[in-house]
């Protein structure tokens, strides 16, 4: 239960629900367990009268209108009171559902990037949907029903003594065999009910990982080998959801015996005391009543104490996530109108879970309307910079300075509202290419020109225009309708439509053609020179009008300048040009 107590806040915040529902299941109750009176009374009063009076069919008609409309009324009144108690705890379970998944999700966004690589996207999905909902089911159904036995076993005990404690003592005498094994079998499911989680979860992100790459999956024929994993993955399932489900079957069986055994001790003790004039007629039948009045609160125990240990498994997996600390924390309040100055200082980086440094001692500074390259090899940094940059990692040694200050003490939200990044990775939303195009941007923030301009200027508004919807095309899951050129330079758009202070392309050229790649540049180049862009390429075609440009060869800064001084120095750079422009011949 430790890991439940996460769950404490939210029934605070909806005490008021949860004090409502008690008050309900009070009401509902006194209104149910006084029921058995009235039949008791009713016996009473046809035996006494059977005996003065042989002809009785009026005090029969009597009796039976009088108990019809009592047993009715009660009825209706515990009716109407259960109904509250759902409408006000069944109720509060889905509001905290609400704020449960809003949390998970909004923890999810401020995580950082390696969070991302180390869980699988199926795993993080369960978690939100399924082991929530088991939760929910604690909150709810679990919560209602545990203060439902509670109340209504206190009033019948209460009702029971009143009437014999001696026959009550007999009558009672199999709950504690019943409290144990409720509590030896609540273990067993505890463990069980974690595995069938994690079986789950390995189910829905091997389904999610096939179904991203069903063309690669298809084109290397191996459907047959994936569902033969999928099929041992579903029988591990299965298996582990029967073993549960065993455990499971082993609570109802055990409950109903012992519940009749109190009904027998209960007729037999119930009958001698009756023949010594200790009980009457009337009360035996109200000791039966109140027995299985018993029999499905104490059958539920069984349910309850397995929905609380499936949501006890579900609350520590989610657990696992919310307490993870955050590798990038917005903690600056300063806020700045214009990015005028990029400057590195013996900036450092190494990935987390990493022994060996990404980048080491890296020096430069970039001024307002000029720009930079960043050329090197596969694996010597690039990405990493841009990264760092954008802050979705923390750099470990130096500093990097925004006109002068510090990014941690900038306001992390308003720092990227000034930036237009565009990953080396395209993500494109199932959505229109406006959307797309538009993303980050709030609708009053754009019209449809603010869209053309932006594709015209990445070079895709003529194939755009060529869809018979034009900009509000869909494009499918991750753009799967469109070729890997279309693609980035949608994404190229999406950066320039912010407008942003600061520009940075991580290699989001390299399924455009030569052609279309310089035009890009040149319409890049074209725009007001008062912002800072950052070229990050394996192509030296791609940075050679830049202002400045660093080489980086495993993570060190091992040439810098311009292009005409770079071949000039006839080094690292100038080799790999001349291998290009071969290449490009």
């Not at 409309?69 to 759902?86: D, H, I, P, Q």
């Not at 009457?280 to 240990?309: C, E, H, R």
């Not at 306001?411 to 990953?423: N, T």
Request: hydrophobic fraction near 40%; charged fraction near 25%; aromatic fraction near 12%.
């Amino acid at each position: 239960m430790k890991s439940l107590f996460y769950l404490n806040k939210y029934l605070l915040k909806y005490k008021w629900h949860l004090l409502l529902g008690l008050l309900f299941i009070i009401a509902s109750n006194y209104f149910g367990v006084y029921m058995p009176k009235i039949i008791d009374d009713a016996i009473d009063k046809l035996i006494s009268h059977s005996k003065k009076s042989q002809n009785n069919n009026n005090v029969l008609w009597e009796l039976g209108i009088k108990l019809v409309l009592m047993y009715m009324t009660f009825s209706l009144c515990k009716g109407v009171f259960l109904f509250f108690t759902r409408q006000t705890i069944i109720v509060m379970s889905r509001n905290i559902e609400y704020d449960l998944k809003n949390e998970i999700f909004s923890k999810y966004q401020k995580l950082s990037i390696s969070f991302y690589k180390n869980n699988k996207t199926g795993d993080l999905m369960n978690r939100i949907s399924e082991d929530v909902t088991k939760v929910r089911m604690y909150l709810g159904p679990a919560i209602m029903y545990s203060l439902n036995v509670s109340v209504l076993f206190i009033m019948v005990i209460s009702f029971m003594i009143y009437k014999n404690a001696e026959l009550t003592l007999y009558v009672l005498f199999p709950l504690p065999i019943l409290s144990f094994i409720i509590y030896r079998v609540s273990s067993v499911i505890n463990k069980k009910s974690e595995i069938t989680q994690q079986k789950q979860s390995k189910i829905t992100s091997f389904v999610q990982e096939a179904f991203s790459g069903i063309r690669v999956l298809k084109a290397y024929n191996k459907r047959m080998h994936f569902s033969s994993i999928y099929e041992k993955e579903t029988k591990d399932y299965k298996q582990a959801s029967l073993n549960l489900a065993l455990v499971n079957s082993l609570f109802l069986p055990s409950i109903i015996f012992l519940i009749g055994l109190s009904t027998v001790i209960t007729i037999y003790l119930g009958g001698i005391k009756t023949i010594n004039k200790e009980l009457d007629y009337g009360d035996i039948v109200q000791f039966i009543f109140y027995i299985n009045m018993l029999t499905w609160p104490f059958a539920s125990v069984g349910w309850v104490s397995s929905l609380i240990q499936r949501a006890a498994a579900s609350q520590k997996r989610i657990n696992e996530f919310i307490d993870i600390d955050e590798k990038v924390i917005d903690n600056g309040n300063r806020t700045i109108n214009e990015i005028l100055k990029l400057e590195f200082k013996n900036v450092g980086f190494k990935y987390p879970n990493s022994e060996e440094y990404a980048l080491k001692n890296i020096n430069f500074n970039v001024k307002s309307g000029e720009s930079l390259g960043v050329f090197g090899k596969t694996g010597s940094g690039k990405s990493s910079l841009a990264q760092i940059l954008c802050r979705l990692y923390e750099i470990n040694n130096g500093e990097i300075l925004i006109n002068g200050i510090s990014i941690n003490e900038i306001d992390l939200k308003k720092y990227r509202e000034k930036i237009g990044y565009v990953p080396q990775d395209v993500f494109l939303f199932s959505d229109s290419i406006q959307s797309n195009i538009a993303f980050g941007l709030k609708e009053k923030e754009y019209n449809s020109e603010d869209i053309k301009i932006a594709a015209e200027k990445a070079g895709l508004k003529s194939e755009i225009e060529k869809f018979k919807q034009n900009y509000q095309t869909k494009i499918g899951e991750r753009g799967v309708t469109l070729s890997g050129g279309q693609k980035q330079r949608i994404s190229i758009a999406r950066a320039i439509i912010r407008n942003p202070q600061l520009l940075i392309f991580d290699d989001c050229l390299s399924a455009v053609d030569s052609e279309t790649s310089k035009k890009i540049q040149k319409s890049l180049n074209e725009k007001d020179n008062n912002k800072i862009s950052i070229h990050i390429s394996h192509k030296i075609s791609n940075i050679s009008e830049c202002n400045h440009i660093i080489v980086l060869e495993d993570g060190v800064i091992c040439e810098e300048g311009n292009h005409k001084k770079l071949i000039k120095n006839k080094g690292f750079y100038y080799e790999i040009f001349k291998k290009q422009q071969l290449e490009d011949n």
